[in-house]
């Protein structure tokens, strides 16, 4: 089931990443997968502040695509942001209205 916001679609897993604040996700890290806890914060690119996920750990950048794109979520780590394919920073502006408070 995918839900559509602002004109993107949203998938039931990153809708529930942004209202708990956190999600679990299995990459691939060192050859080995891994489930890394990845957790959502609102960042600034420029004059936009947006939602992305976050974690601290070095994950290959093609992993950090692949996880993204199944999210079709911005996600950041020590060696890189990355957005799903086509969008941009603004895509992703309005979801700061969905996260809680304490984020």
């Known amino acids: 089931m995918i839900l559509i916001v602002v004109g993107m679609e949203l998938t039931i897993n990153a809708r529930q990443a942004i209202s708990h604040g ?7 890290r060192s050859g080995m997968y891994q489930q890394l806890t990845f ?3 609102k960042a600034q690119m420029g004059n936009v502040d947006f939602v992305e996920l976050f974690t601290d750990r070095i994950v290959d950048t093609s ?3 692949k996880v ?19 969008t941009s920073a603004q895509d992703f ?8 408070a304490k984020i």
Not at 22 to 28: A, G, L, Q, T
Request: aromatic share 4%; hydrophobic share 40%; net charge positive.
């Open 22 to 28: 956190s999600i679990k996700i299995r990459v691939k």
């Open 39 to 41: 957790f959502v914060r």
């Open 63 to 65: 992993e950090l695509l």
């Open 68 to 86: 993204s794109e199944e999210l079709g979520l911005p996600i950041e780590a020590p060696n890189g942001k990355v957005f799903p394919k086509g």
């Open 93 to 100: 502006s309005e979801l700061c209205s969905m996260l809680p």
